[in-house]
């Protein structure tokens, strides 16, 4: 690992500031991501500006029909928030599932979402909820957001403080782990509101991606029965050292319909 300066401010705008002043910074959230990326010196930042000083990135409200959860919350934060679980279950549920103890307590919602592995939970629920990314001088919807493969749509300078999760009617996710990371090998959300059906997946491409003929599907019907005959080409899916592409179609139809089945 090479040498960098570090910072942590106690504002967002001091955080912007050293952020800008760096040759080439990074902000570090949870670290979960980062540091092990450093350590392999794949990346080598001259500066780290740490979010972890920053109280107004943290928090969980609801207003009306808006959930709202700061950047830096940590996904144990998430699930066991009573304002997540009663907003969004499956949203807690999600958050509960992701890596183990130690990571969840550690990990944060903007540090996950930033850094975009195409196996992350959170990606998944965001594109399925609709959520909108909050950032120190936009709102990003997430459709907008994730852009491939460890790539969204932030700018260098640019900092997450916060996501907004409209409240669905129902909502649930359903993955299946890597028996080591807890990564998804595949994981579905399912939501639904009075708009419509979404179906995001994760984990089997090489980012979260949309499911038109299930949402469409379960949009005219709610059941997981809706699903049946719906299946992914394979050609068009990951296949590595834990899955081939065969097998995450397989595994996307089953997730999919445990997902819908854990809506009630």
């Known amino acids: 690992m090479q040498t960098f300066d570090y910072h942590r401010p106690a504002s967002l705008a001091g955080a912007l500031e050293a952020l800008r002043g760096a040759e080439d910074g990074k902000i570090l959230a949870g670290g979960q991501s980062l540091l092990p990326i450093m350590k392999l010196d794949l990346?080598?930042?001259?500066?780290?500006?740490?979010?972890?000083?920053?109280?107004?990135?943290?928090?969980?409200?609801?207003?009306?029909?808006?959930?709202?959860?700061g950047a830096m919350t940590t996904h144990a934060e998430v699930a066991e928030s009573d304002v997540v679980r009663d907003a969004i279950p499956g949203l807690a549920a999600m958050a509960h599932g992701i890596g183990d103890a130690q990571v969840r307590n550690v990990g944060t919602l903007g540090g996950a979402i930033a850094h975009a592995d195409p196996a992350a939970d959170y990606p998944a629920a965001l594109v399925a909820l609709e959520a909108t990314v909050v950032t120190d001088r936009r709102h990003i919807a997430a459709d907008d957001f994730f852009r491939g493969f460890f790539t969204t749509a932030l700018e260098d300078d640019e900092i997450i403080t916060e996501v907004t999760f409209p409240v669905p009617?129902?909502?649930?996710?359903?993955?299946?782990?890597?028996?080591?990371?807890?990564?998804?090998?595949?994981?579905?959300?399912?939501?639904?509101?009075?708009?419509?059906?979404?179906?995001?997946?994760?984990?089997?491409g090489r980012g979260v991606f949309r499911v038109e003929a299930m949402e469409h599907a379960l949009s005219d019907e709610f059941v997981a029965g809706a699903l049946d005959g719906i299946a992914m080409a394979p050609d068009d899916l990951v296949s590595d050292m834990d899955a081939s592409g065969e097998y995450r179609a397989h595994l996307l139809g089953v997730m999919a319909r445990r997902a819908v089945e854990a809506c009630g």
């Open 169 to 204: 009617d129902k909502a649930a996710y359903a993955k299946f782990p890597n028996p080591a990371s807890r990564y998804a090998i595949v994981g579905v959300m399912v939501a639904a509101r009075r708009g419509g059906v979404r179906v995001a997946v994760t984990g089997a």
């Open 43 to 69: 990346v080598g930042p001259s500066a780290l500006v740490s979010l972890k000083g920053i109280a107004e990135l943290r928090g969980i409200d609801r207003e009306g029909d808006t959930l709202r959860i």
